[in-house]
């Protein structure tokens, strides 16, 4: 069993930077690959980033890839997305996920664990 927190997330200005951070507990959330889904007012969720067990490969959304960072310390139980030169179509709340395999994953459905999302709003 996986437990997962994201932090607060935030209010920023278009070029701006958030960085959010997702805690998770139990014994094999670094056997488990880590992935960020985002989920805009009216649209389904969708993929934005995602880390495997170790750190070793990660892979990005499109729409991200250049400005969004994904990285993870097992030693700490967390994983983190570091969102640079924000977008207005940015906003959504933002999701935390762990798979309950140790590859990194791109599908909603290969997630098994998910946090209860936040908030991020980026104005114009």
């Known amino acids: 069993q996986v437990q997962l927190v994201e932090s607060e997330g935030g209010l920023a200005r278009a070029g701006g930077s958030l960085r959010l951070s997702c805690a998770g507990s139990g014994r094999t959330f670094k056997l488990n690959a880590m992935g960020w889904f985002r989920q805009a007012p009216g649209q389904e969720r969708v993929f934005v980033a995602t880390i495997n067990w170790s750190g070793s490969n990660t892979y990005y959304a499109d729409s991200v890839k250049g400005r969004f960072t994904i990285s993870r310390d097992n030693t700490e139980n967390a994983v983190y997305l570091q969102m640079n030169s924000l977008k207005p179509e940015d906003t959504a709340v933002y999701y935390c996920?762990?798979?309950?395999?140790?590859?990194?994953?791109?599908?909603?459905?290969?997630?098994?664990?998910w946090g209860r999302g936040t908030q991020v709003t980026v104005s114009s």
């Open positions: 996920a762990a798979s309950s395999g140790g590859s990194a994953q791109t599908r909603p459905l290969a997630y098994t664990y």
